[in-house]
């Protein structure tokens, strides 16, 4: 992704912690009289839908790749197979879809939301110990197998020259009840956002379901250990052509796919990262298995080092300065951060700091380059 569509995925990653943070909130908060009813009708067009769905509602349309429950404990990897497998999950009773209903939300986007089968299953139960992450990133998954499977819906919901308010009222009508509130929300934010192609919003949702992993794992402290069973997994489909084959091969079905996954991982790594070697597996969208292994692998280690933050300043600071700095680094960012200290000279006074690729500048030296261009101009 590049320009645009870059920047549309920047602002769609940062508001995932938001999001997920926001739903653990009322998910929590003790229901009060009327909790639980349905809303009187859709969401405004474009704003985030108070879906009624039980976090952890089935994925839409389709059972969910993988048989551990998202987001639990788990051993540290191993390429080496075990003695024996595991059946596979069978799929899914389809939903009755919903999506043939022709209201003004698929009148504004030419009926590109009419006669598609809406995400089925409110109501029904996650696996036991899904966290709200896990369930989010299952669902992304699931509207992402419906926007690559419906191309009118895709280039209607990405078309730049229709309104975002619009097209976010289709995303509502179309997941709204069926899949968790946080979902819906993020799925409508990406199809009001701006895309230089209908690939690069597909791609994003993808990439946002592999963050929503990644927060899964971090929350239960297996993000290192994700990164690691993705890497060795990559590497050892890279190095093993018959593997490789039998979970690529389009015509093997996708329920023996999962039993030799199972059969090969599911005590050697977590269930995060088995749920998305499944996926990846199952759904390669043109590429190959490496390369989705690959991208799966990047995202989880840049979340790994956007918990390191470079702080630079000119003076060292005390152990009570460095506490203060980290508790008021995880209030920002929703979890612990760990601070690393660089001395540098060249800050002269105040400090910047570094999580990630976002850089926060409160130093003396910007204050006084400052200055200076405004002297110069």
């Known amino acids: 992704m590049r320009g645009v569509s870059r920047a549309s995925f920047a602002g769609l990653r940062d508001q995932l912690p938001e999001v997920l943070a926001e739903a653990s909130r009322v998910r929590s908060t003790p229901a009060g009289p009327g909790a639980g009813r349905p809303p009187a009708g859709p969401a405004a067009p474009g704003t985030a839908a108070p879906g009624t769905a039980a976090p952890g509602t089935a994925a839409p349309g ?16 191993s390429a080496d197979p075990p003695a024996g497998g595991a059946p596979g999950r069978p799929p899914a009773a389809r939903g009755r879809g919903t999506g043939k209903r022709r209201g003004p939300a698929a009148a504004a986007t030419g009926g590109a939301g009419a006669g598609v089968s809406a995400p089925a299953g409110a109501g029904d139960a ?76 597909t791609d994003a949702v993808e990439q946002l379901a592999v963050e929503a992993f990644a927060v899964a794992a971090e929350d239960a402290r297996q993000l290192d250990d994700l990164e690691d069973a993705l890497f060795r997994f990559s590497r ?29 991982l599911r005590d050697k790594v977590t269930p995060v990262a088995l749920r998305l070697i499944t996926e990846m597996s199952l ?54 951060v ?36 405004r002297l110069a101009g």
């Not at 036991?128 to 690559?148: C, K, M, N, Q």
């Not at 460095?322 to 995880?330: I, K």
């Not at 690729?357 to 003396?364: G, R």
């Open 283 to 336: 759904h390669p969208r043109g590429r190959s298995l490496v390369v989705s292994l690959d991208m799966c692998t990047r995202i989880a280690a840049e979340r790994r080092q956007r918990l390191i933050a470079v702080v630079r300043t000119a003076t060292v600071l005390t152990a009570k300065q460095r506490r203060r700095l980290a508790g008021a680094l995880a209030s920002i960012y929703g979890h612990e």
């Open 236 to 264: 050892v489909v890279a190095g093993e052509p018959e593997l490789r084959t039998a979970l690529t091969e389009p015509v093997l079905p996708d329920d023996r796919k999962r039993d030799l996954l199972n059969a090969l």
């Open 126 to 201: 996650g696996p036991p110990g899904a966290s709200l992450a896990a369930t989010v990133g299952d669902e992304l998954f699931a509207v992402l197998r419906l926007l690559d499977r419906e191309h009118t819906l895709r280039r209607a919901l990405s078309d730049p020259s229709k309104p975002a308010g619009e097209k976010g009222a289709v995303a509502v009508a179309l997941l709204h009840g069926k899949v968790a509130p946080a979902t819906e929300q993020l799925t409508v934010a990406a199809v009001r956002s701006r895309w230089a192609s209908s690939a690069d919003m």
């Open 62 to 77: 389709t059972a969910a790749p993988g048989t551990a429950a998202p987001g639990t404990a788990g051993a540290r990897t």
């Open 338 to 373: 760990y601070v690393n200290i660089v001395i540098d000279p060249a800050v002269i006074g105040g400090m910047t700091i570094q999580v990630g690729d976002e850089l926060i500048d409160a130093s003396v030296a910007s204050r006084l380059a400052a200055v200076r261009r």
